[in-house]
């Protein structure tokens, strides 16, 4: 993703070491366009391989459906770890994998710490 692209694309989304690491802002709206930006930054980052998926949605206002919906898709995931501290957070959560069933392994965690204990375990 260029400068100009990432300027205009809710979130972001790094490489830390083996893992994916998508963050968004207090207030943030995500859109399907959003979305699909992410997950070819994250096949660009992932050089093929298949990560795992950290994701600090705390704060997130609203994820409309066709975000939802990309991001239960396939693409480079192992699994993904959704952290968020709100009741909105846990609803917006819950609603994702309940609704549109990920393609890879998805949790939802309050805590940072057993988020990334989770992702790191080997099945």
Same mark, same amino acid.
């Given at each position: 993703? %260029?400068?100009?692209?990432?300027?205009?694309? /809710?979130?972001? *989304?790094?490489?830390?070491?083996?893992?994916? &690491?998508?963050?968004? =802002? &207090? =207030?943030?709206?995500? /859109?399907?366009?959003?979305?699909?930006?992410?997950?070819?930054?994250?096949?660009?980052?992932?050089?093929?391989? *298949?990560?795992?998926?950290?994701?600090?949605?705390? =704060?997130?206002?609203? *994820?409309?459906? =066709?975000?939802?919906?990309?991001?239960?898709? /396939?693409?480079?995931?192992?699994?993904?770890?959704?952290?968020?501290?709100?009741?909105?957070?846990?609803?917006?959560? %819950?609603?994702?994998?309940?609704? &549109?069933?990920?393609? &890879?392994?998805?949790?939802?965690?309050?805590?940072? %710490?057993?988020?990334?204990?989770?992702?790191?375990?080997?099945?």
């Amino acid at each position: 993703m %260029d400068a100009a692209e990432e300027q205009d694309v /809710t979130g972001t *989304i790094e490489l830390s070491g083996e893992l994916l &690491h998508l963050k968004w =802002g &207090h =207030g943030d709206v995500v /859109t399907e366009r959003d979305a699909l930006a992410l997950m070819k930054h994250a096949r660009e980052l992932s050089g093929g391989r *298949i990560l795992p998926l950290l994701v600090e949605m705390t =704060g997130v206002a609203w *994820i409309d459906q =066709g975000a939802l919906k990309a991001f239960a898709g /396939t693409w480079p995931l192992t699994r993904a770890a959704v952290v968020g501290t709100s009741p909105v957070d846990q609803t917006l959560a %819950d609603f994702y994998m309940g609704r &549109h069933k990920p393609a &890879h392994p998805t949790r939802y965690f309050t805590s940072m %710490d057993e988020a990334m204990a989770w992702l790191r375990a080997e099945d």
